[in-house]
């Protein structure tokens, strides 16, 4: 974050040349932002992709449908975009999950 101070000049009440700092302005960047990528595998279940999707991402089942379509075809799709710490949520909780019903499916994350 930088500092980039308003300066307002006049004179002062003894007649000379005066800078005043008014007021400071934070200049503040945005995160950086990661993708969130699901990589196809000859096992896991389709529909199995459809719930991860809908469930964690907030997809539509024909949204869902879609993104795993593009996963299968092409070998991978970005499921979203997010802050690095949300995006590495997603990838935890995709996981989890993906483990826990005993599926391979792998989750990711890179910068964008």
Do not use: W
């Not at 932002?33 to 469930?55: A, G």
């Not at 993906?98 to 599926?103: D, I, L, M, P, V």
């Amino acid at each position: 974050m930088t500092i980039a101070p308003t300066i307002q000049a006049g004179k002062s009440d003894e007649g000379t040349d005066a800078a005043v700092v008014v007021e400071t302005r934070a200049k503040t960047r945005r995160p950086p932002l990661y993708k969130v990528m699901l990589l196809n595998d000859d096992y896991t279940p389709m529909e199995f992709v459809v719930h991860i999707l809908e469930r964690f991402f907030g997809m539509t089942h024909a949204q869902a449908v879609e993104i795993m379509l593009t996963v299968h075809k092409k070998g991978l799709a970005v499921v979203g975009v997010f802050s690095h710490e949300i995006a590495e949520t997603k990838v935890t909780q995709v996981m989890d999950f993906a483990r826990r019903h005993q599926h391979p499916l792998q989750c990711t994350m890179e910068r964008e």
